[in-house]
């Protein structure tokens, strides 16, 4: 009888480690993977508006977040204070590290001021695709400038897609 014993016992640990196999293939081919990075506008949003650039303006350079120097390139071009080339070299450096992040995501920088100042916005980076699925976050900059305008702020939208 301790023979019988022996064999159903093997047989039952088999079963048990086969159901516990196809209990994990079932599952992890069920559960959804993650998004892919470049579809996910906040991880893009952190990746390119959190690095910092290099703007040249004139004889000098101005620093700052791709998300201050739109703020800023948005606001200047409004009010009609930005020195020559400035809001043109915000852009490229805006669109080059977007582009560095991901080839599928546009942002926008638009402000709304009060008059005399006109609403401007700022586009870079490349549209999303007609009839697409697109993911959107919006950052809200404040600006706090003391022009005519008043303290409007910014708001940076990006928009990313998968295909």
């Known amino acids: 009888m301790s023979h019988r014993r022996g064999l159903s016992t093997v047989l039952d640990v088999a079963v048990c480690v086969l159901l516990i196999g196809g209990a994990v293939t079932t599952l992890s081919t069920i559960v959804p993977t993650d998004p892919p990075a470049d579809s996910a506008p906040g991880a893009t949003a952190r990746t390119a508006l959190d690095s910092t650039a290099v703007v040249p ?12 120097l739109l703020a800023d390139a948005a606001v200047a071009r409004s009010a009609r204070i930005a020195p020559p080339g400035y809001v043109r070299a915000v852009e490229r450096v805006a669109t080059r590290r977007l582009a560095n992040a991901t080839r599928r995501a546009s942002l926008t920088a638009s402000w709304r001021p009060d008059d005399p100042c006109r609403t401007t916005a700022l586009t870079v980076g490349t549209p999303p695709p007609p009839g697409g699925a697109v993911d959107a976050v919006t950052l809200v900059v404040p600006t706090g400038n003391g022009t005519t305008c008043g303290d409007a702020p910014v708001h940076l939208t990006l928009r990313t897609w998968s295909r």
């Open 57 to 68: 303006v004139g004889d000098t350079t101005v620093r700052g977040s791709i998300a201050a």
